[in-house]
């Protein structure tokens, strides 16, 4: 009965920070190990060469697990995976793509394995593939995302329903709160991406980090449906994506508006007005920007607070 | 600190049956308030003169508190109001509308009134017309639904963040450990739509029954985001819906589509293809067509022993 997460990553708190683009470089990764947590290098947005960087100075910063984030339509992904092989990676979570392809390929190089699905067939077919942990990534959360706009309040317990391999749940959680919801709604272990993104040592843009600390109720929305689900920010860029719905654009048109770089665009360079910004709803309820050792130590807290709380009497009515 | 919504309305489990149209008669609202939670009779279907003998029939079935769900958009509102003074029903549910119009009334007549909404902003206005208590309904909810889509996960503790009055979760929420969970995000109590949607006592037909329990996750979407938001089931409906979306119509045509009578077709005469099936997501976890008395059985049950398990070691690592 030891928490499952935990023992899998060897980490002290079941705590997996999302590794996302242009957010989640060596730094992030490295300070989410550092204290406790399994940090993920994010290589969707990452030159190989970059990726193999990071990796390296990864391993610089912290003698603690780590990770890195693959999403399998990675054009070159064969090419990350001899990184990972090389640089002797020894966790992997996989996104957007059959994880049936690499995991029994990761399992034969001592690479411990974790696939983000939004839905049962998903977590069903990556459990059949072999994985060792699933990610429930609901409606809430940040970036691409699935179709059935399942929530997090329902994905955790439909899919905890139907699988036997421990679950990470992601989307809507950025508190000790939250972190103790998601693990008695059947969690084992939690991943955070958007307060991880408003960390000091997220490589992000500065101007990005503001907008997310300024978000409120109703600042995101899943948008682009018919190109591929992401929730972002309803800054001018989504605006004019909207138009380009409204007026009857074909997914062909609207994959031209996006172009190419609208994410680095504004994730990374802080043009908040043209380019994309990708969080989660849970935004909303992030007021700051902190170090990586004071969120962690902020969700433990309030986590530990709650686990005493459920003694006072509202609970025991 | 006792429990807040247990006070408020001198009822013995913190558990709110929702006030669903074509659903929440007398029977449903005299069999929650009997089992211990609080039975709602959804006025939102109801002609008056159905509407009184609902009442008087409810207060026939049970000495215990019950209440009713009153859409503040209802075309004869004045009427449903008289009644409820008349009938002396002493707890009132709003939705839909502004509830400064009516709550001052309410107070003047010794009647207690919680206002649903889907957000932070009306939260604060509901609170500041001096509503008992606030409903925070989450984009997983079945039926009508704000626009800002935010999941229960992240609305009640953005909401609770904000306003002091009791706060009871709504969206999502079908199980004991969804109970739980939602109470440690910040709620004081909860209410269950679609779980008592397919309880024996509810008045819906059958077939609708029958169809929320065949229904997985993906089953349901929030559709008509332009006429007004509702999550229902995609069935062949929805399916017209989706193709006039789709070639372009308007609100107008949209409404004409729709009709008249479309949710009393589908979930009270029990035409699955022409009907709307108006239900939440958590359908995908609801399993059997239960009375009343087993439902808040198994919920509290669940409850309980959630709350014993929050000792085992996945908790205390």
């Given at each position: 009965?030891?928490?499952?997460?935990?023992?899998?990553f060897?980490i002290?708190?079941?705590?997996?920070?999302?590794?996302?683009?242009?957010?989640?470089?060596?730094k992030?990764?490295?300070?989410?190990?550092?204290?406790?947590?399994l940090?993920?290098?994010?290589?969707?947005?990452?030159h190989?060469?970059t990726?193999?960087?990071h990796?390296?100075?990864c391993?610089?910063?912290t003698?603690?697990s780590?990770?890195v984030?693959?999403?399998?339509?990675?054009?070159?992904?064969?090419?990350?995976?001899?990184?990972?092989?090389?640089?002797?990676?020894?966790?992997?979570?996989t996104?957007?793509g059959?994880?049936?392809k690499?995991t029994?390929?990761?399992?034969?190089?001592?690479?411990?394995?974790a696939?983000?699905?939004?839905?049962?067939?998903?977590?069903?077919k990556?459990q059949?593939?072999?994985?060792d942990?699933i990610v429930t990534?609901?409606f809430e959360?940040?970036?691409h995302?699935?179709r059935?706009e399942?929530?997090?309040?329902?994905l955790?317990?439909?899919?905890?329903?139907?699988?036997?391999v421990?679950?990470?749940?992601?989307?809507?959680?950025?508190?000790?709160?939250?972190?103790?919801?998601?693990?008695?709604?059947?969690?084992?272990?939690?991943?955070?991406?958007?307060?991880?993104?408003?960390?000091?040592?997220g490589?992000s843009?500065?101007?990005?980090?503001?907008?997310?600390?300024k978000?409120?109720?109703?600042a995101?929305?899943?948008?682009l449906?018919?190109?591929?689900p992401?929730r972002l920010?309803?800054?001018?860029?989504y605006?004019q994506?909207?138009e380009a719905?409204?007026?009857?654009?074909?997914?062909?048109?609207?994959?031209?508006?996006?172009?190419?770089?609208?994410?680095?665009?504004?994730?990374?360079?802080?043009d908040?007005?043209?380019?994309e910004?990708?969080?989660?709803?849970?935004?909303g309820?992030i007021?700051?920007?902190?170090p990586?050792?004071?969120?962690?130590?902020?969700i433990?807290?309030?986590?530990k607070?709650?686990?005493i709380?459920i003694?006072?009497?509202?609970?025991?009515?």
């Amino acid at each position: 009965m030891k928490n499952k997460i935990t023992s899998l990553f060897n980490i002290k708190f079941p705590i997996v920070q999302g590794g996302m683009i242009w957010t989640s470089g060596w730094k992030l990764a490295s300070a989410v190990s550092n204290n406790g947590g399994l940090g993920l290098i994010g290589a969707g947005s990452m030159h190989p060469d970059t990726f193999r960087e990071h990796i390296q100075k990864c391993k610089e910063a912290t003698n603690k697990s780590f990770g890195v984030n693959l999403p399998l339509m990675y054009p070159q992904i064969d090419e990350l995976i001899k990184i990972i092989i090389e640089e002797k990676v020894k966790i992997v979570f996989t996104s957007a793509g059959n994880p049936k392809k690499y995991t029994d390929f990761f399992h034969q190089n001592d690479i411990k394995v974790a696939h983000v699905v939004p839905g049962v067939k998903f977590a069903l077919k990556a459990q059949d593939a072999g994985v060792d942990a699933i990610v429930t990534e609901g409606f809430e959360a940040g970036g691409h995302n699935g179709r059935d706009e399942t929530t997090t309040f329902c994905l955790i317990p439909m899919i905890k329903k139907e699988i036997n391999v421990p679950v990470i749940a992601a989307g809507g959680i950025g508190s000790g709160k939250g972190m103790l919801a998601a693990m008695i709604l059947g969690a084992d272990g939690i991943q955070m991406g958007s307060r991880f993104a408003a960390s000091k040592e997220g490589s992000s843009h500065i101007n990005f980090k503001k907008e997310i600390v300024k978000a409120k109720d109703g600042a995101t929305i899943l948008t682009l449906k018919d190109v591929t689900p992401v929730r972002l920010i309803k800054n001018k860029f989504y605006k004019q994506i909207t138009e380009a719905i409204t007026d009857g654009a074909t997914p062909e048109e609207l994959k031209e508006i996006l172009g190419r770089g609208r994410a680095k665009k504004g994730m990374f360079e802080g043009d908040l007005d043209e380019g994309e910004l990708e969080i989660g709803q849970i935004a909303g309820l992030i007021d700051s920007i902190d170090p990586v050792s004071k969120i962690i130590d902020d969700i433990i807290t309030e986590y530990k607070q709650a686990l005493i709380d459920i003694n006072i009497e509202k609970y025991n009515f």
